[in-house]
């Protein structure tokens, strides 16, 4: 991040620290798409992302006071998000089981009449699979990396580790993908 939206970013979070609900909006507005790449990174799923999402906003709102250092107010915010993220995923880990299977029950049945539809969602499917066998530090980065147009600093002070650090595991999340796809091992996911 440059110094100058840095400097803006922490003006922001003290107008927020002081009250100002406009202020706390841009700020979460501004860091949405990434903060959203990083829990459904974490939970799986587009119903549950948003469920999470809600309750980090809740958190952030109750919490935003007690931020002492506003330059790592993306830092503080990613750390909610994981750790709420983490929480649901503990408490929903069945229903999850059955919220992904009813969606393949209705995928099933409501197979699109494209054939280009349909090899464009089995493309999907295979990324989608091949991102999901990451490890957790690896799909990480990469959920960040093509979730939002952050650096690859930005993802570091995120994720709390060296630009170095996510430039090795980019590079290696995107080799393990490309192994995934290509050795045909993704062929054993199930069809949608």
């Not at 009250?19 to 790449?37: F, H, K, Q, T, Y």
Request: charged fraction near 30%; hydrophobic fraction near 45%; proline fraction near 3%.
């Amino acid at each position: 991040m440059d110094t100058t939206q840095g400097t803006n970013e922490a003006a922001m979070v003290c107008m927020a620290r002081a009250g100002d609900r406009e202020a706390l909006r841009r700020l979460l507005e501004r860091n949405w798409r990434w903060l959203g790449g990083l829990v459904w990174n974490l939970v799986g799923s587009d119903h549950d992302t948003d469920d999470v999402l809600q309750n980090v906003c809740v958190q952030v709102i109750g919490r935003i006071g007690q931020l002492r250092e506003p330059e790592r107010f993306r830092s503080w915010l990613a750390a909610i998000a994981r750790n709420e993220a983490l929480r649901w995923r503990k408490d929903r880990r069945h229903m999850a089981v059955r919220l992904d299977e009813r969606a393949a029950e209705q995928a099933e049945a409501a197979a699109p009449a494209a054939v280009e539809q349909v090899v464009a969602d089995e493309e999907a499917a295979r990324m989608h699979w091949a991102i999901g066998q990451l490890p957790e530090k690896y799909r990480e980065a990469f959920v960040l990396a093509y979730s939002d147009d952050l650096t690859h600093a930005q993802i570091g002070e995120i994720l709390d580790v060296p630009v170095t650090t996510v430039q090795i595991r980019l590079v290696r999340a995107r080799r393990m993908i490309h192994d995934l796809i290509t050795t045909g091992i993704s062929e054993r996911i199930p069809r949608t």
